[in-house]
């Protein structure tokens, strides 16, 4: 059972994403349990629920004060028989990549902790000591976008979140993998005059392994070469 605890100030973004499909599936089965916690419930103004403030020594926007987020990890911490890893979602974090992934959906529990606004005060990361990761070179308004990929990417790496027909066994980056996937067909056997690569037709699978392991090289030297370098 992986335990995820996501902390924002926007609970309510979530409820749609959780209630769909895998996830839902996931959570009913008992492999997962998401907890959403309100940052503003530790905020330290009884009237506004304010929980941000102007930076020290100027410059736009607001940060997410020390305290409430502070408060809000140590008692969430206290919520469950077991403490789990930190996770700041920041443009500033370690890029995200499978096997990162990979070793979160095996440490039992997780803590997501979302960014507003220009971020957090310094001292949220000097201590928490948080992971801090990225979901890519790009900034989104804040970091429940960044939260929902990290628990969509982790829980599928659950055994039984998953059936055999969707494993994640060959998936591109799965088990060290690093290749983009092969193209595939169904029917029909031919539309508006694009068939379907004969040698998938001919039931040879030797043949056929072959062709589809040949594709995913092409594509993967033709728009990510980088994946044929030793992850950094
Ligand atoms: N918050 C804002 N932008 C982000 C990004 N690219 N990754 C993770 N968290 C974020």
């Given at each position: 059972?992986?335990?995820?605890?996501?902390?924002?100030?926007?609970?309510?973004?979530?409820?749609?994403?959780?209630?769909?499909?895998?996830?839902?599936?996931?959570?009913?089965?008992?492999?997962?349990?998401?907890?959403?916690?309100?940052?503003?419930?530790?905020?330290?103004?009884?009237?506004?629920?304010?929980?941000?403030?102007?930076?020290?020594?100027?410059?736009?926007?607001?940060?997410?004060?020390?305290?409430?987020?502070?408060?809000?990890?140590?008692?969430?911490?206290?919520?469950?028989?077991?403490?789990?890893?930190?996770?700041?979602?920041?443009?500033?974090?370690?890029?995200?990549?499978?096997?990162?992934?990979?070793?979160?959906?095996?440490?039992?529990?997780?803590?997501?902790?979302?960014?507003?606004?220009?971020?957090?005060?310094?001292?949220?990361i000097?201590?928490?000591?948080?992971?801090?990761?990225?979901?890519?070179?790009?900034v989104?308004?804040?970091?429940?976008?960044?939260?929902m990929?990290?628990?969509?990417?982790?829980?599928?790496?659950i055994?039984?979140?998953?059936?055999?027909?969707?494993?994640?066994?060959?998936?591109?980056?799965?088990r060290?993998?690093?290749?983009?996937?092969?193209?595939?067909?169904?029917?029909?056997?031919?539309?508006?005059?694009?068939?379907?690569?004969?040698?998938?037709?001919?039931?040879?699978?030797?043949?056929?392994?072959?062709?589809?392991?040949?594709?995913?090289?092409?594509?993967?030297?033709?728009?990510?070469?980088?994946?044929?370098?030793?992850?950094?």
């Open positions: 059972m992986l335990r995820i605890d996501i902390i924002t100030l926007f609970p309510q973004i979530f409820s749609g994403y959780l209630t769909q499909s895998l996830l839902a599936k996931a959570i009913a089965k008992g492999l997962i349990e998401i907890v959403v916690h309100d940052l503003r419930h530790w905020s330290t103004d009884p009237k506004h629920h304010k929980i941000d403030d102007r930076p020290y020594g100027g410059g736009p926007g607001m940060l997410i004060r020390v305290e409430p987020v502070v408060h809000c990890v140590e008692e969430v911490q206290q919520m469950a028989d077991r403490p789990g890893l930190v996770v700041l979602l920041t443009p500033q974090g370690e890029p995200l990549r499978q096997p990162r992934v990979e070793s979160m959906a095996q440490t039992g529990r997780i803590l997501l902790l979302c960014g507003r606004y220009e971020g957090f005060d310094q001292r949220v000097d201590i928490l000591q948080p992971l801090e990761l990225s979901v890519g070179d790009y989104l308004n804040g970091g429940e976008v960044a939260a990929i990290v628990v969509d990417s982790t829980v599928r790496m055994p039984g979140v998953l059936g055999d027909e969707q494993s994640s066994w060959d998936d591109s980056f799965s060290g993998n690093r290749l983009l996937e092969f193209p595939q067909y169904t029917r029909p056997p031919e539309f508006r005059g694009h068939p379907v690569p004969e040698v998938l037709l001919s039931g040879d699978h030797g043949k056929i392994a072959a062709w589809r392991d040949d594709q995913s090289r092409q594509k993967t030297l033709h728009r990510r070469s980088d994946l044929f370098k030793p992850p950094t």
